[in-house]
């Protein structure tokens, strides 16, 4: 009688990607100890990448920072645009708020340095693959301080946005504010003085003024950073 012996559905599969061999090997055998985990592809920086993973069809991607910065900076987003629902655990090599939010903006949702623990490694691969995120404390300060930094630009954009001023417009409503004739807006910008009052008058027209200053006004009450 013979007995098979079937891989648990419910096992997270894991790919590894570092470009140390002994790094990958060492994260092998460390994972292959856990019962809820099972290693199902491991490589370097090699042209193949992408295709060894999307045949493994691993559900997280633990990858150091050293391939992705190697690799141009590129891996990741191809990664997870090839493999729907990839989540991705980076470890950091260097303590970088910069590699950090890069890898961030990437599309990772772990993020631990090279200093972990095996138990933290572990329990970072775990809380990504139960939807949830990860990263050190300080390095989640950053992240914080990085999206309100952002975020207080993103009204002055959305307003530019839903008025439909066009790039030189806006330059054209913050010299009007400080008094400048169409005349010498159009002496600084190098324009006719003809282009400059088209110009004004397709603002008016967007924004529902009457005037020029109104221009400015409405520009104003809408939040737009003039």
Same mark, same amino acid.
């Given at each position: 009688? =013979?007995?098979?012996?079937? @891989? +648990?559905?419910? %096992?997270?599969? /894991?790919?590894? &990607?570092?470009?140390?061999?002994?790094?990958? !090997?060492?994260?092998?055998?460390?994972?292959?100890?856990?019962?809820?985990?099972?290693?199902?592809?491991?490589?370097?920086?090699?042209?193949?990448?992408?295709?060894?993973?999307?045949?493994?069809?691993?559900?997280?991607?633990?990858?150091?920072?050293?391939?992705?910065?190697? =690799?141009?900076?590129?891996? @990741? +987003?191809?990664? %997870?645009?090839? /493999?729907?629902? &990839?989540?991705?655990?980076?470890?950091?090599? !260097?303590?970088?708020?910069?590699?950090?939010?890069?890898?961030?903006?990437?599309?990772?949702?772990?993020?631990?340095?090279?200093?972990?623990?095996?138990?933290?490694?572990?329990?970072?691969?775990?809380?990504?693959?139960?939807?949830?995120?990860?990263?050190?404390?300080?390095?989640?300060?950053?992240?914080?301080?990085?999206?309100?930094?952002?975020?207080?630009?993103?009204?002055?954009?959305?307003?530019?946005?839903?008025?439909?001023?066009?790039?030189?417009?806006?330059?054209?409503?913050?010299?009007?504010?400080?008094?400048?004739?169409?005349?010498?807006?159009?002496?600084?910008?190098?324009?006719?003085?003809?282009?400059?009052?088209?110009?004004?008058?397709?603002?008016?027209?967007?924004?529902?003024?009457?005037?020029?200053?109104?221009?400015?006004?409405?520009?104003?009450?809408?939040?737009?950073?003039?």
């Amino acid at each position: 009688m =013979s007995v098979t012996h079937c @891989i +648990p559905s419910d %096992r997270i599969q /894991v790919f590894l &990607l570092a470009e140390n061999r002994f790094l990958r !090997e060492a994260l092998a055998r460390m994972l292959g100890q856990k019962a809820d985990l099972r290693v199902v592809g491991a490589t370097g920086l090699t042209p193949q990448i992408l295709d060894l993973i999307v045949q493994a069809g691993p559900d997280v991607l633990l990858s150091d920072s050293a391939v992705n910065s190697l =690799s141009g900076l590129q891996i @990741i +987003p191809e990664v %997870r645009r090839a /493999v729907p629902g &990839l989540k991705v655990v980076m470890i950091g090599m !260097e303590d970088n708020s910069e590699t950090f939010l890069h890898a961030v903006r990437d599309g990772v949702v772990g993020y631990v340095l090279k200093e972990a623990s095996a138990a933290e490694i572990v329990s970072a691969i775990r809380s990504v693959a139960g939807a949830g995120a990860v990263c050190p404390a300080h390095l989640c300060l950053k992240l914080f301080e990085c999206m309100s930094s952002q975020w207080s630009q993103l009204p002055s954009y959305q307003i530019r946005h839903d008025l439909g001023l066009t790039r030189r417009e806006q330059q054209m409503v913050h010299m009007i504010s400080h008094g400048l004739t169409n005349k010498e807006i159009a002496s600084q910008l190098n324009l006719s003085e003809q282009t400059v009052k088209n110009h004004v008058h397709r603002m008016l027209r967007k924004v529902g003024a009457s005037d020029r200053l109104a221009v400015v006004e409405i520009c104003r009450m809408q939040g737009l950073a003039i």
